[in-house]
């Protein structure tokens, strides 16, 4: 973030406003310094998002952070709820476009056959110098009205902008023009002079620059037209997001379905989604089964199978059965609100790699008219007449306008993060872009990150003689009447309808007990069975050696004295985490494994998805000690976590990434939201992150070059006026442009 004034880390009170009249960094750069100049307010202004951040102490009040902002002479709003933001976007912004485009038409077809007629000597007819003045005067005053219009806003604060280059370039074309055609030479008849990509003309009472003043008025409209329409483009994607959610639903209430607007659905609610809508609002299913589709808000293309007791989000569509649904979570505490938080908290703030530019908006301006006055003096005084002074002197109040700086940032972040949240990952702020291009190291936690989190069975293996289809049904009714995890993975395996139990008795970390069918089963641990005296046949004793040697957890199950065989279990590793670790290690990142098991089991999930270096037995507080351990050996530690025991080190790390599936509390210490839980959207984020911190960085490269080399050739008399114009605006859709190709980042695979 870039303050003018003291940093104040404890002002408890946190506003955005719209910010209106902004049209350039300058402006942005000027309303932040005022800001920052009271007492208790700590100010980010953007403007690409034209936002106001604002941080502020209890003895301020929102009125006088906006009244600081008008009396520099902009508007400023609180923005209208996100609910609301739909009109805001088919609204006032769309005219203003449809504006700005009319003046850009008119101003064009009118320019054009003065520059025609300037290029070309031959079609200079008798008074076309006239009928030039008619057609440039309505471009230079209307056309360039907006700019005219602010620099005297600014003029009367006291400040400079790039609109003043801009109207005191074209203004001074344009009079110098007026003072040949009705004091000098220039309105004879027959008049004719060549057109010169330099500023080397005849003397100076008989030249015009009626299409470069006109020209320069075009060239900078046609920038500005493109610009924003270039950044609503960039920010389409968060707009997108907020339009996701679903418009009414069927909500449950006295035995009756009754449709109402999702503004009204209450916690504890329960509404119906039919096959094809919309989930109103995060839920757990009460009924029903089905497919979910929620491609729109994790980027996954799978659709996920949903039963009774999971969890859905809302936005996402229910592409198989019907549901019901209870509402958990409603308004501005859902996911997707949570997301359109993130998303445009990212999009305000700022990088480091900005605070530079800002600093250089923020005084150019000064700088730039000195510069202009300093070559006026100079041409002057080399003898080369008024005409080349002061032409060079426009070239270079025209050229100099850093637009393309103030744009290099915050276009890029606008792109990449809106990229970010259609393809499931969430930016936290700007800051994080820098540090993902320094991690060497990434810590993966186990449980919910490289694995599913559930115990799932792995393999079934009888005794000589058994039927594994018997095994297994004998073994599900038994545990099925168990609630532990293990048992749990046991039940959900075995097909068809279960036998009842009777006798069912649980012995504490052993297992289970019960009569199945006439029949007395012991499921659970080999010493459990040992006790019950049943005789265990040496094959399943290997069975269960080798189980656990792999990582597994091994249920023995017997009947009528006679150990019968071993069921394997396993927090099952999920199916993408191998491709992920080898991206991440494509990435130029060492990937460390961390978990709270055995060093079997952790060995066994490293070795099947391809990490060398593993951490095992490592207690929950003792997870910040890991990675500040890494860290003290040099390393730039990014940290992967689901659950609330990983919050600490993944606030910690240079580098967290929370996956979405887990809880708020990891995803409020991290840095990176994975909104899908799967492991390759980390990899993604990295990639991403990388990919848009190197854009900024080429748009900064590109916006400071074009300046530092444009100002010299301007003050050198290299560059007709007009051509400067067009150059000025051309930097600023390029930076643009450039930001835009994040919209085609697609994830590997």
Same mark, same amino acid.
């Given at each position: 973030?870039?303050?003018?004034?003291?940093?104040?880390?404890?002002?408890?009170?946190?506003?955005?406003?719209?910010?209106?009249?902004?049209?350039?960094?300058?402006?942005?750069?000027?309303?932040?310094?005022?800001?920052?100049?009271?007492?208790?307010?700590?100010?980010?202004?953007?403007?690409?998002?034209?936002?106001?951040?604002?941080?502020?102490?209890?003895?301020?009040?929102?009125?006088?952070?906006?009244?600081?902002?008008?009396?520099?002479?902009?508007?400023?709003?609180?923005?209208?709820?996100?609910?609301?933001?739909?009109?805001?976007?088919?609204?006032?912004?769309?005219?203003?476009?449809?504006?700005?485009?009319?003046?850009?038409?008119?101003?064009?077809?009118?320019?054009?056959?003065?520059?025609?007629?300037?290029?070309?000597?031959?079609?200079?007819?008798?008074?076309?110098?006239?009928?030039?003045?008619?057609?440039?005067?309505?471009?230079?005053?209307?056309?360039?009205?907006?700019?005219?219009?602010?620099?005297?806003?600014?003029?009367?604060?006291?400040?400079?902008?790039?609109?003043?280059?801009?109207?005191?370039?074209?203004?001074?074309?344009?009079?110098?023009?007026?003072?040949?055609?009705?004091?000098?030479?220039?309105?004879?008849?027959?008049?004719?002079?060549?057109?010169?990509?330099?500023?080397?003309?005849?003397?100076?009472?008989?030249?015009?620059?009626?299409?470069?003043?006109?020209?320069?008025?075009?060239?900078?409209?046609?920038?500005?037209?493109?610009?924003?329409?270039?950044?609503?483009?960039?920010?389409?994607?968060?707009?997108?997001?907020?339009?996701?959610?679903?418009?009414?639903?069927?909500?449950?209430?006295?035995?009756?379905?009754?449709?109402?607007?999702?503004?009204?659905?209450?916690?504890?609610?329960?509404?119906?989604?039919?096959?094809?809508?919309?989930?109103?609002?995060?839920?757990?299913?009460?009924?029903?089964?089905?497919?979910?589709?929620?491609?729109?808000?994790?980027?996954?293309?799978?659709?996920?199978?949903?039963?009774?007791?999971?969890?859905?989000?809302?936005?996402?569509?229910?592409?198989?059965?019907?549901?019901?649904?209870?509402?958990?979570?409603?308004?501005?505490?859902?996911?997707?609100?949570?997301?359109?938080?993130?998303?445009?908290?990212?999009?305000?703030?700022?990088?480091?790699?900005?605070?530079?530019?800002?600093?250089?908006?923020?005084?150019?301006?000064?700088?730039?008219?000195?510069?202009?006055?300093?070559?006026?003096?100079?041409?002057?005084?080399?003898?080369?007449?008024?005409?080349?002074?002061?032409?060079?002197?426009?070239?270079?109040?025209?050229?100099?306008?850093?637009?393309?700086?103030?744009?290099?940032?915050?276009?890029?972040?606008?792109?990449?993060?809106?990229?970010?949240?259609?393809?499931?990952?969430?930016?936290?702020?700007?800051?994080?872009?820098?540090?993902?291009?320094?991690?060497?190291?990434?810590?993966?936690?186990?449980?919910?990150?490289?694995?599913?989190?559930?115990?799932?069975?792995?393999?079934?293996?009888?005794?000589?003689?058994?039927?594994?289809?018997?095994?297994?049904?004998?073994?599900?009714?038994?545990?099925?009447?168990?609630?532990?995890?293990?048992?749990?993975?046991?039940?959900?395996?075995?097909?068809?309808?279960?036998?009842?139990?009777?006798?069912?008795?649980?012995?504490?970390?052993?297992?289970?007990?019960?009569?199945?069918?006439?029949?007395?089963?012991?499921?659970?641990?080999?010493?459990?069975?040992?006790?019950? =005296?049943? &005789?265990?046949?040496?094959?399943? %004793?290997? /069975? +269960?050696? @080798? #189980?656990?040697?792999?990582?597994?957890? !091994?249920? $023995?199950? =017997?009947? &009528?004295?006679?150990?019968?065989? %071993?069921? /394997? +279990?396993? @927090? #099952?590793?999920?199916?993408?985490?191998? !491709?992920? $670790?080898?991206?991440?290690?494509?990435?130029?990142?060492?990937?460390?494994?961390?978990?709270?098991?055995?060093?079997?089991?952790?060995? !066994?999930?490293?070795?099947?998805?391809?990490?060398?270096?593993?951490?095992?037995?490592?207690?929950?507080?003792?997870?910040?000690?890991?990675?500040?351990?890494?860290?003290?050996?040099?390393?730039?530690?990014?940290?992967?976590?689901?659950?609330?025991?990983?919050?600490?080190?993944?606030?910690?790390?240079?580098?967290?990434?929370?996956?979405?599936?887990?809880?708020?509390?990891?995803?409020?210490?991290?840095?990176?939201?994975?909104?899908?839980?799967?492991?390759?959207?980390?990899?993604?984020?990295?990639?991403?992150?990388?990919?848009?911190?190197?854009?900024?960085?080429?748009?900064?490269?590109?916006?400071?070059?074009?300046?530092?080399?444009?100002?010299?050739?301007?003050?050198?008399?290299?560059?007709?006026?007009?051509?400067?114009?067009?150059?000025?605006?051309?930097?600023?859709?390029?930076?643009?442009?450039?930001?835009?190709?994040?919209?085609?980042?697609?994830?590997?695979?």
């Amino acid at each position: 973030m870039t303050t003018t004034g003291k940093a104040l880390p404890t002002a408890p009170n946190l506003i955005e406003l719209a910010i209106g009249g902004m049209t350039c960094a300058s402006c942005a750069a000027r309303i932040e310094k005022k800001l920052n100049r009271m007492d208790g307010v700590e100010a980010t202004v953007n403007y690409a998002t034209e936002k106001a951040t604002v941080r502020y102490a209890d003895d301020v009040a929102p009125a006088d952070l906006i009244a600081t902002v008008e009396k520099n002479g902009y508007t400023a709003v609180v923005p209208p709820p996100p609910a609301s933001a739909e009109a805001t976007v088919a609204g006032e912004p769309v005219d203003e476009l449809r504006v700005a485009r009319t003046r850009l038409r008119v101003s064009a077809a009118l320019t054009l056959p003065v520059i025609l007629l300037a290029m070309v000597p031959a079609w200079q007819f008798d008074y076309w110098q006239w009928a030039s003045l008619t057609l440039a005067a309505p471009v230079v005053v209307w056309g360039g009205l907006p700019f005219h219009r602010a620099a005297l806003v600014n003029l009367r604060h006291g400040a400079a902008t790039m609109d003043t280059l801009v109207s005191l370039g074209t203004l001074a074309a344009f009079g110098w023009s007026l003072w040949a055609l009705f004091l000098g030479d220039a309105g004879m008849p027959g008049m004719t002079h060549p057109f010169r990509f330099d500023i080397t003309r005849s003397d100076g009472a008989g030249n015009i620059y009626l299409e470069a003043a006109a020209g320069v008025t075009v060239f900078i409209l046609a920038g500005r037209y493109f610009e924003a329409r270039a950044k609503r483009t960039a920010g389409s994607a968060l707009r997108a997001l907020l339009e996701l959610g679903a418009r009414d639903v069927a909500v449950r209430r006295d035995g009756q379905e009754v449709r109402i607007p999702v503004d009204q659905l209450a916690v504890g609610d329960r509404f119906v989604v039919r096959p094809g809508e919309k989930i109103a609002t995060d839920g757990v299913v009460v009924d029903g089964t089905s497919a979910v589709d929620a491609s729109m808000l994790t980027g996954e293309s799978v659709p996920v199978e949903v039963r009774p007791g999971d969890a859905v989000v809302g936005a996402t569509v229910n592409a198989g059965g019907r549901l019901v649904v209870r509402a958990t979570r409603i308004g501005g505490d859902t996911q997707l609100a949570q997301m359109a938080r993130l998303v445009e908290a990212a999009q305000t703030g700022k990088a480091a790699v900005q605070r530079l530019a800002d600093r250089i908006s923020g005084v150019f301006v000064p700088i730039v008219i000195a510069l202009a006055v300093g070559t006026l003096g100079w041409w002057l005084g080399t003898g080369a007449g008024p005409t080349a002074a002061f032409t060079a002197a426009v070239a270079v109040l025209i050229i100099a306008c850093p637009c393309a700086l103030g744009l290099a940032t915050p276009t890029a972040l606008l792109v990449g993060t809106g990229r970010g949240a259609q393809l499931g990952v969430l930016i936290k702020g700007p800051e994080v872009l820098e540090s993902t291009r320094r991690v060497d190291t990434v810590v993966l936690d186990k449980t919910g990150t490289v694995t599913t989190g559930r115990m799932t069975l792995a393999e079934v293996l009888p005794a000589p003689g058994e039927d594994v289809g018997e095994l297994l049904r004998v073994a599900g009714a038994l545990e099925a009447y168990s609630e532990h995890p293990i048992a749990r993975a046991v039940a959900d395996s075995a097909a068809g309808p279960l036998p009842p139990v009777d006798d069912f008795a649980n012995a504490e970390g052993l297992g289970v007990t019960g009569v199945v069918e006439g029949r007395t089963v012991v499921v659970g641990r080999l010493r459990l069975l040992r006790e019950r =005296g049943l &005789d265990v046949p040496e094959e399943v %004793v290997r /069975a +269960v050696t @080798d #189980a656990e040697a792999g990582g597994r957890t !091994a249920v $023995v199950a =017997g009947w &009528d004295g006679r150990a019968r065989g %071993v069921l /394997a +279990v396993a @927090d #099952a590793v999920k199916p993408t985490s191998a !491709a992920a $670790v080898a991206r991440l290690r494509g990435l130029g990142l060492t990937p460390v494994l961390l978990t709270g098991d055995n060093a079997t089991v952790a060995r !066994a999930v490293a070795a099947e998805v391809g990490v060398d270096q593993v951490i095992s037995e490592v207690l929950p507080a003792d997870k910040v000690a890991v990675v500040e351990r890494l860290q003290r050996e040099g390393r730039v530690v990014a940290m992967v976590g689901d659950g609330v025991n990983d919050a600490p080190a993944l606030a910690r790390a240079d580098l967290g990434l929370a996956m979405g599936t887990g809880t708020d509390v990891a995803m409020e210490a991290a840095d990176l939201t994975l909104v899908r839980g799967d492991l390759l959207a980390a990899a993604d984020a990295i990639r991403l992150s990388r990919r848009t911190l190197a854009i900024i960085k080429g748009n900064l490269f590109w916006a400071f070059a074009y300046n530092v080399a444009a100002l010299p050739l301007a003050a050198a008399g290299l560059l007709n006026p007009m051509l400067a114009g067009a150059a000025m605006a051309f930097s600023s859709v390029f930076v643009v442009a450039n930001s835009l190709r994040l919209r085609s980042f697609r994830p590997i695979g």
